[in-house]
């Protein structure tokens, strides 16, 4: 039927009454309920009528309405208050209530927020009051943080000191109010806004902001906190304040703010490095990254001048194909770190080579007094006539451990399958590469020189040079080897060869093993020890052939409770005395060899000669005690044997364990983590 003119002006008419009616009736059920509690609170008292409705004089029912028709909230509405005298207030407001999209605003005295506001402070002035929940359209912000952290690193139009986040504004009631309103960003020292870009649409506005950092500002948290206000917004509208961006910044000042290097960045990374300011700072790699297929691809980081002083933790990723080709000292991914602060870890150097002058290393041409540790590096290193050439570190005055290197390693002088030269620790290492060069000196496959602490390490490729050459350190000078082994052959041209260690100079090479063959020209050639030092607790299974003293154990050295298990010793020199089953020494305790071939005049090839006799045997004498393979009683087979008779140390917390073999086999040696 057609409504007419009248019909619809009495239907909008209707409206307003009906919405008064209907708060009329609300009120007046809501007085119902507060006559009730009133009548609840009198009922209470014991005394007469009269002195009930005289002590009751004064208390004032205050109802909490909710004001919404949301259904499914938790709130109960309306919630009843009292106020007895001598009180004139509330002693607290009831929990805020909650509904779907809006946000509370205050308690008021009218449904529509146009009366007074009512607070804990409220004295009210009517025995019954009903106050009512006011409430504002709630906003929503999403704030989406810079997904790559700002960075001190620059160079060209590559700049990691801009970024940018986003703020997503939702709830308008009206596109024109999305469209109105826009966002402040308050000042923070070293954080700049570059521009702010908007885009409203289906009611809601996001804002990208651009933002720039000068570096100048240290932010040791990670993140700068940037305080956003939203303006221009209807008074309509609730929103929670304050508005907080956290940007990511990381400036590399402390370990606990690294900068993250990744492909885009690591050229970059090497040339910030090498400023004063970013010698300093630390880093941390964050994928792993192949680097150019070009000669000199990489410039060494740190300087004798300038040498690094932060971290760098590789987070066990890998760089690939490092390529270095120089004639200059300090070469390495790094070229020399320095410090007790000073820290490479958890890097792996994948193929590649490393060629320089001195101090040369693939991790790090010298490390003072600084910690290089889980690295690795499975290309090749050499260096020019002086050297101290590592496959991991060059030279060390500070801490090498878990580390290892695959690659050879060729240099003249201090050459060594980790480390060329040792004045601090070596540590659970190890490398597999050939390791040495022709006519040199000092060459171990693990360690080329050392004067510090090699322990729990171990080598598996050949060693070979002039003098001073061991299967785990070439010349080790007042320092000390201990649990480790070899199993490469080990040769040299010269004298000072040994198994384990060539030249010991006054140093201690304790609980080590060697099972390659050891072969050398001149004087000095030994199972375990070239010449020099003590040897303690050893044995060699390779066969030793040399000029002149040559030994199971030692050419030339005092040997405690090792053991000789060689298959044949042989000397070039016509001399019986000189050639041993353990070494040409007065200082032999406790040492005992198998039955084996003792030889002295032979030819080059190790044809012909003398066999010696009779032997000097006896535990403290240079042929040692003998002792028969197998596994009976006594017999170098049978742990008995080493535990009993040599007293050595197989407990679980001890050195040794027994090995598949029936020989002994050192604990925890070489253990290596990450890449």
């Known amino acids: 039927m057609e409504q007419t ?47 009930r409705w005289e002590k009751a004089r004064g208390v004032i029912v205050v109802a909490f309405d909710k004001n919404n028709e949301d259904f499914g909230s938790t709130e109960a509405s309306p919630q009843i208050k009292t106020i007895v005298p001598p009180a004139t207030t509330l002693d607290s407001l009831p929990v805020p209530p909650r509904r779907a999209g809006y946000r509370f605003v205050e308690w008021n005295t009218a449904h529509d927020g146009s009366g007074e506001t009512f607070t804990e402070q409220t004295s009210p002035r009517e025995s019954v009051l009903i106050v009512y929940a006011r409430w504002k359209p709630a906003l929503e912000v999403d704030i989406v943080p810079n997904t790559k952290a700002l960075t001190p690193l620059k160079q060209g139009a590559y700049n990691e000191f801009s970024s940018s986040f986003s703020v997503r504004v939702s709830g308008f009631q009206s596109e024109a109010h999305a469209q109105a309103t826009w ?38 948290e990670g993140f700068a906190a940037l305080r956003l206000y939203l303006l221009n917004v209807p008074q309509d509208y609730a929103l929670e304040e304050p508005l907080i961006a956290l940007v990511a910044i990381r400036d590399g000042r402390t370990p606990n703010t690294p900068i993250p290097l990744d492909a885009d960045n690591l050229e970059h990374f090497r040339v910030y490095a090498n400023t004063p300011e970013g010698l300093e700072r630390h880093y941390q790699l ?153 006519g040199g000196l000092y060459a171990g496959g693990v360690v080329g020189w050392n004067s510090g602490m090699v322990q729990n390490s171990y080598a598996t490729g050949g060693v070979y040079t002039h003098s001073s050459v061991g299967g785990v350190v070439g010349w080790n000078e007042g320092g000390t080897v201990q649990n480790s082994y070899a199993t490469g052959n080990v040769s040299g ?103 084996m071939e003792v030889r002295h005049g032979v030819q080059e090839d190790g044809s012909g000669g003398t066999e010696k006799s009779p032997l000097v045997s006896g535990s403290s004498s240079a042929d040692g005690q003998t002792v028969q393979a197998g596994t009976g ?19 679980e917390d001890g050195e040794w364990a027994w090995g598949a073999d029936k020989l002994p086999i050192l604990r925890d040696v070489g253990a290596v983590l990450g890449p």
């Open 493 to 595: 041209s010269g004298s000072d060869i040994g198994g384990v260690v060539g030249r010991n100079a006054r140093g201690t090479v304790r609980n080590c093993y060697a099972t390659g063959n050891v072969s050398g020209r001149d004087n000095s050639i030994g199972g375990v020890v070239g010449s020099g030092g003590t040897v303690q607790n050893c044995y060699a299974t390779g066969s030793v052939s040399g000029g002149w003293y040559v030994g199971g154990i030692a050419g030339l050295a005092g040997v405690q409770n090792s053991v000789a298990l060689v298959p044949s010793v042989k000397q070039r020199m016509n001399d019986g005395l000189s050639v041993t089953r353990i070494a040409y020494s007065t200082a032999l305790t406790n040492n005992h060899a198998r039955l």
């Open 5 to 51: 003119a009248s019909s619809r002006q009495h239907a909008v008419d209707r409206k307003p009454k009906t919405l008064f009616k209907a708060v009329f009736v609300k009120r007046f059920a809501l007085e119902a309920v507060c006559a009730l509690v009133l009548g609840a609170a009198l009922g209470a008292c014991s005394a007469a009528p009269d002195s």
């Open 286 to 438: 964050t994928e792993n990254v192949t680097l150019p297929s070009t000669p000199n691809n990489w410039t060494a980081i740190g300087t004798p001048a300038a040498p690094f002083t932060g971290s760098f933790d590789g987070q066990n990723h890998t760089i690939s194909n490092l390529q270095i080709d120089t004639y200059s000292d300090d070469q390495g991914f790094f070229g020399r770190i320095r410090g007790k602060g000073a820290k490479i870890k958890n890097l792996g150097l994948k193929g590649g080579s490393v060629q320089g002058r001195n101090y040369v290393g693939g991790v790090a041409g010298r490390n003072e007094e600084g910690t290089v540790q889980n690295c690795s590096f499975t290309g090749n290193v050499s260096g020019g006539a002086d050297a101290y050439a590592g496959g991991v570190v060059g030279w060390n005055s500070g801490m090498v451990q878990n580390s290892y290197a695959t690659g050879s390693v060729y240099t003249h002088s201090s050459v060594g399958g980790v480390v060329g030269k040792n004045e601090g620790t070596v540590q659970n290492c190890h490398a597999t590469g050939g390791v040495g060069r022709a």
């Open 183 to 220: 966002l402040g960003v308050a000042p923070l020292p070293g954080v700049f806004i570059q521009s702010i870009g908007y885009t409203a649409a289906e009611r809601t506005q996001t804002a990208v902001v651009s933002i720039s950092y000068d570096g100048s500002t240290a932010f040791p």
């Open 633 to 651: 009683a006594g017999q170098y087979n049978n742990p008995l044997f080493w535990t009993e008779t040599m007293g050595w140390n197989f407990a």
